[in-house]
Structure formats: structure tokens, C-alpha cells
């Protein structure tokens, strides 16, 4: 009975109103013609029962309310349609309080009403009618459940994707912290600025032979290599601390467009869901 109800509830307003078309052949009704459209006059199906004319309205609805029932039915009377009945049939509720006010309401008009209760009663009893007539609905409910499902474990294998490619097998080693990284190299820096004083100092007091002279020049410019070439090393080490390899960057946009698609695909089930909700609401 619940999935016959779901299932009901997962057709379009269109669907619907086929659905109770054919509904009305084992209802004995005959000459069954669909007429709703934008300008309705509040009749969505004309037929006839026993020699008499028929209007149909058709409301798929979760809940409909009192005040819903009169409005349908004055905007009907006041339509320029001929008819001896008229029949509303809706996929909710309509309570046994609900229908006493509106016979009392309307005394002299020939009132049916076909809420839920018969229809899935109906549907149950004509179990051909059901397979046909809600398997769009299950059909869609289906697709809409395997796209959901899809999207879930695609958001999930990027998550750990990600988790993955941050921690574990691209991890690089911890920087320090960015004031602990400019103490370091202020400290290098200085170090070579006080070798190169030291060296300066020891040049002045060796000038005294030319064989000194250039042993102690030969010195200096090996040590300025040495600071030249630890600047050098130091900036493609702060460069690199940054920097992610190819095969990262090419996963992480991987994981990135696996998630966009998972995101895409939840979002598409859930709008769809929520625009059927709103159409079941007055």
C-alpha cells in the first residue's frame, strides 16, 4: 500500500490526470475526453455516466484544503460548461467532515469526490492499471535514486581523494612556521656577512706577501661562492616548499572535477524532489 501511495505521489500533474482518465473506465464512465489546459474553466476531463454529463477535476495534491474544494467548485459554476455532476478527484485526503459541509454548502449540486483512499484501493484491485500507470513514476523514482547514489559515492571518492593526496601519498614534510623560516635564513645571512668580515680582516693582515695575498683572494672568492651558492639553493628550497608536483596537481584536479560532477548530480535529484513537493502543495 505505501509504495502504491509514493509511487502516486511521484507523478506529474499531467501523469495524474491521465492516470484518472482511465481510472474512470472501471468507475463505469464513458465517453472519457481530456480538456484541461491553461484556460480549463476548472474542468479537466468531460465524460458521461448513465446519461448524464460529467465534469472532472483533477487535484494532485498531498493535502487538499476546505476552502481549496469550494473555490474548484464555484470557479466550475460559473464556468460555460452544460453538466449534471461533478466528479473531483484528488490524491489526498478529504475527510467525511469535509464532504457533509460541502453538501451543505452546495445543497443543489450532484457532488462526487474519489480521494486517495479509492484511488489506491482502485489500483490495488486493478493491478494491470497500476503497472502501467505508475511506471513513469517508479521508472523516474528508480533513475532518481541511482543518480543520488552515484553522486553520494563520487562526493565521497573526492573527499578521500583529496584526504589521500593531502596526507598520505603526496605529503610533504611540515613547513615551519614563516617566522621560524625568517629567523633561519636572517641567521644564514648573517653568518656569511660575519665570514665575509672575518675574511676581509684576515686579507689586511696577510697583505704583507703576494703569495699570501693570493692564497688569502683564492679564499675569499671561494667563500663568496659559497654565499652566492647558498642564496641560490635557499630560494629554489622556498620556491619548492610550495610547490605541488604534477602527478598531485593533475589528481587534485581530478578529485576536484569528480566532485563537481558528484555535486551536480545530488543537486539535480534533490531540485527535482523538491519542485514535485511543491507542486503537491495548495
Known sequence: MQNVIEDLYNLTPQEFERLCAHLLVYYGYENIKLVGGVNDQGVDITCEKNGSSVVVQV??????????IQKVLKQILSSNYTFDEILLITSSSVNQVSRKRLIQSFPDLQLTILDYDEITSKLQE???LEQEELKAARSRSRKQRSLFVIGFLGALSSILGSFI??????????????NERIEKVELALGSLKNLENYLDDIKADMIQTEKETKAI??????AKELEKLTKEQYEVISKAIGRKSTYQTIFDYSMGLLLGVAGSLIASVIYTRIKQNRLLKE
Open 59 to 68: 487535484k494532485h495534491l498531498r493535502k487538499i484544503s476546505f476552502q481549496t
Open 126 to 128: 486493478k493491478n494491470e
Open 217 to 222: 683572494e683564492i679564499e675569499y672568492q671561494k
Open 165 to 178: 593526496s593531502t596526507y598520505l601519498f603526496f605529503a610533504e614534510p611540515e613547513k615551519p612556521l614563516l
